[in-house]
């Protein structure tokens, strides 16, 4: 019998909405405690220009300035979630590859546009480190770092797959995570071929409801990916976020998060480390941890009981049942998540 196919569309929130329970969220990656206070005086005084029609142009130049990049290689998006919609719309492609595990969102979009999808499946045996592409694939879609697996591949690996004839995907929605953005390829242009990178301000910046992200990319690919959206697809609020989220207090500010983040990811590492049951496959870079756990479905369900929600793997192609994603948070969340798992384990 063949495994079932998993379930691309299941998101992180749905483990946290389930029930009513008001569990305490370690299955969305979004940073607690935000948005920032500046940033909700910001969006709130927006408000008074709702009567006009959004005007995306400062927002774009802001974007733009803070990669180094033209006006025309910047496209701002509905969330990088349409990034996605809109690359598979536009994009011809002869043989796509998605690298999994990964967010599931890209492939999901490219099945419902009609596109066949053949998957390269990382293994856990050496760290989920970035491999072989089949020469053929002209389309080739990756994360890093890489949600669920946290693993940061370096730029000059990830650079290496893009050729004349290939469109690369980069998911960077959680570069930002990442003291220094280091191995990130949003600043390149230089590179054979067609390379995209998309970003995300949900993540940092508590904006996940609000949609906001945007695409760096060739000019002309931008442009058709721009004449595929609807009139006016990013609203004034969301136009606002990204020009003040790409200014040099806000990056300064982000920078010092992701300082944070790491001190908080090393600490549950070492409390996760206790437990010999559990293990860590790679070297965690981002907002969460991801962990091979023998009967993770029934550990997961039993810590909803004690009022922890985490992440299922078995939804991401390449994992299974045994695997759960878990979300940095502070040191006395983790502490309480810690006791609730020794004692679901005992």
């Known amino acids: ?3 079932p196919e998993p379930d691309l569309r299941h998101h992180g929130d ?43 142009r400062d927002a774009r130049a802001a974007v733009a300035a803070r990669h180094g990049r033209p006006v025309e290689e910047v496209l701002l998006t509905s969330g990088a979630a349409e990034a996605f919609v809109l690359l598979a ?9 998605v690298v999994h595990p990964q967010f599931t969102e890209p492939e999901a979009a490219l099945r419902d546009a009609g596109h066949e999808v053949h998957r390269v499946l990382l293994s856990p045996s050496d760290g989920f480190r970035l491999g072989t592409v089949p020469e053929e694939a002209d389309l080739v879609v990756l994360g890093n770092p890489t949600n669920p697996t946290s693993v940061l591949h370096p730029a000059a690996t990830v650079a290496a797959l893009a050729r004349p004839g290939r469109t690369l ?7 930002d995570t990442v003291p220094g953005e280091r191995e990130s390829l949003a600043s390149a242009r230089d590179l054979p071929g067609r390379v995209v990178v998309l970003r995300s301000l949900t993540k ?21 990916l721009g004449a595929a959206q609807p009139l006016w697809p990013v609203s004034t609020p969301a136009l606002a976020a990204a020009e003040a989220c790409s200014t040099p207090q806000a990056l300064a500010e ?4 992701a300082a944070e983040l790491a001190l908080r990811r090393d600490y549950l590492l070492k409390g996760l480390s206790a437990f ?20 993770a479905a029934a550990v997961r369900n039993r810590l909803r009981e004690h009022g922890f929600a985490v992440r299922r793997g078995d939804t991401f192609p390449g994992l299974g049942e045994d695997w759960l994603r878990i979300a940095v948070r502070d040191e006395p969340t983790t ?5 609730a798992l020794t004692t679901v384990l005992s």
């Open 335 to 339: 502490d309480l998540f810690l006791d």
């Open 14 to 56: 749905a483990e946290v909405r389930a029930d009513g329970l008001g569990l305490v969220d370690l299955a969305v990656n979004v940073r607690t405690g935000t948005p920032p206070q500046w940033l909700r005086e910001r969006l709130a005084a927006t408000l008074g220009d709702l009567a006009a029609y959004p005007d995306q």
């Open 89 to 97: 719309r536009v994009l011809t492609p002869r043989h796509i590859v």
């Open 276 to 295: 010999p049951s559990v293990r860590v496959h790679g070297e965690p870079a981002a907002s969460f941890v991801l962990i091979h756990l023998p009967g």
């Open 204 to 224: 940092t910046w508590g904006l996940a409801g609000l949609r906001i992200g945007y695409v760096l990319g060739p000019a002309a690919l931008i442009a058709e």
């Open 1 to 3: 019998m063949t495994a």
């Open 169 to 175: 995907v980069v998911d960077e929605a959680f570069m």
């Open 254 to 257: 982000a920078e010092e998060a």
